[in-house]
């Protein structure tokens, strides 16, 4: 009986590990982060703000793509991805960007205030996760991004854009895929209003998902899951993030709101054309 109690003991004992390895790796920090930037003379400093799709470990990373793209004798790239984070905890740290004294800011942020608003439930969720101090909507996500782009603009020289959110799920006429398209009309409108750069990510993808549809294997409901089956698959298996998306019938994503390699080259791409059509 003590024989079997120790084998249980040591599997669950090992199961844990590994779940927590996973989580881990999911929540290590960019290197390359607001607190860890040390200015560089003669270098243009990028700022790269978001939530988990610019964080860059639930998914590609499209820091590392781009700066695999710039000259690092000519730029030097901060990462101020956060996972999970919506448009007013962004808003939130607005400092560290502003203390980093960029040159050029991008800011892609949206997609959980999209996701916060498919149901009652995510919100709810959100709400108590997040440490928001009200219920997420469209009309506070303006609010947050306007804010944070009007402060921007006054604390910093910077060069920003504003980069659309990139399409929950894959398949068009879903509720969750049309919240996504309809955020995106309010990143516009705050683009216009404030005078800064529009990348047209979310756009982009329509038209690569015209060509390239994609079928998820199972229904928003469980995304979390999915993201977690995802990241296991990655840092367990060592498998790539194209084949991990393409798995469970997606295209772009691993899972319903993070990116695979083929979707982050779609943000580097427009990322650094807006770079370079500025620093001539």
Known sequence: ??????????I???????IFYVFWQMERPPGNRPSKYQKQIGKKVVVLAGDSITHGRIGENYVTLLARRLDESEFTLVNAGINSQLAWNLLQRV?????????FITILIGTNDASAATSK????????RMKLPQTPDDEWFRESLQELVTRLKEKTSATIALISIPPIGEISDHPAFRISSDYITTIQEVANVTGVTYLPLHEKMLLFLKEYSGEPTYPFE??????FIACAKRYLLRREWNTIGQEAGFQLHIDYLHLNTTG?????????????????
């Open 1 to 10: 009986m003590e024989t079997i109690f120790l084998g249980i003991l040591i």
């Open 12 to 18: 669950v004992t090992i199961v844990c590990s590994l």
């Open 95 to 103: 400092d560290e960007i502003i203390d980093c004294e960029p040159d």
């Open 121 to 128: 439930k995510e919100a709810e969720d959100y709400v108590k």
């Open 222 to 227: 469980k995304a979390k899951a999915g993201m």
């Open 264 to 280: 982050a080259i779609i943000v580097s791409d427009l990322i650094e054309s807006f770079i370079k059509s500025f620093n001539i």
